[in-house]
């Protein structure tokens, strides 16, 4: 073979190097994913529904006799709870998101809703002390003690816990919400959320849990009483006033053929059965 000719195959071969480096990076990758998603799967199976309002046994358990309160979209800062709800710990425009003032008064709600608008949020919310970002960037600990982290985790200072399915019982009765906004009073109990701690002592009696009006018309609670809550997979989220109504919902997201691994990644591995 004459130097020429070698000159020229070598040429060529450089010359598809960048194609062939492509090609192998992006069948690395489709490999890669593969197995993570394949790892998460034997890591965390999916979990069996119960006879019991669709709750997953076992994953998550209840946290019990935790004083709740309730609070809502666009409340004023008042002595016992400082802080207004205009905005939320992830959303700086909730109200405007939620599509309004979310009225308390009985009298001026229907079917767990306003009169006067429909939500374009979820009207089944919650707050509970952690929050897993902080100054634009994810706390340290949250890989750690969040059980979902590795299936939701998308980029440093994005939220993996902005509605996540949790259930509240009082009375026999359970219903379901989404975590929105992070109290009361503190936010980094996660020693509580995820761990076996009990609330903190605060104003509102070491209140640990704070739901919306719609959670409190469904349970029939007073103004601050006494619920069991635990995290729950959206998959095991029976039908209810809580997947009718919003923009953030899993279930109308679902309903609209929505990517949820796009509109709602915090849900979309337990959202699937």
């Not at 959303?91 to 979310?102: L, M």
């Not at 359970?174 to 503190?186: H, K, L, N, S």
């Not at 809580?242 to 899993?250: E, L, S, V």
Request: proline residues 9%; hydrophobic residues 35%.
């Amino acid at each position: 073979m004459s130097l020429k000719t070698i000159l020229l195959a070598l040429a060529v071969a450089l010359a598809a190097m960048p194609r062939m480096q492509a090609s192998v990076q992006t069948e690395f990758e489709r490999l890669a994913m593969t197995l993570r998603e394949n790892a998460i799967h034997r890591i965390e199976p999916p979990v069996s529904t119960t006879p019991l309002g669709g709750i997953s046994s076992g994953r998550y358990p209840w946290k019990k006799n935790i004083v709740t309160t309730v609070f809502w979209v666009g409340e004023r800062p008042t002595v016992n709870n400082p802080v207004p709800n205009h905005k939320s710990s992830w959303d700086q425009h909730w109200v405007k998101n939620f599509g309004g003032y979310d009225n308390p008064d009985p009298s001026a709600r229907r079917n767990f809703i306003p009169k006067n608008f429909i939500p374009r949020q979820n009207p089944f919310y919650v707050a509970l002390p952690f929050n897993d970002v902080t100054r634009g960037t994810t706390k340290p600990e949250s890989r750690r003690v969040i059980p979902w982290f590795r299936e939701a985790f998308e980029r440093p200072g994005k939220s993996v816990c902005k509605g996540r399915w949790i259930a509240i019982r009082h009375r026999g009765r359970i219903a379901y919400a989404q975590w929105e906004d992070c109290g009361p009073f503190r936010t980094d109990h996660w020693q509580y959320v995820f761990g076996n701690e009990r609330p903190r002592p605060n104003l509102n009696q070491g209140a640990g849990l704070d739901v919306s009006p719609a959670v409190r018309d469904y349970l029939g609670l007073k103004g601050k009483d006494v619920c069991d809550w635990k995290f729950v997979d959206a998959r095991d989220v029976p039908p209810g006033p809580w997947t009718k109504y919003g923009d953030n919902n899993t279930f109308v997201l679902k309903a609209r053929g929505a990517n949820l691994f796009v509109a709602d990644r915090n849900n979309a591995h337990s959202a699937r059965r």
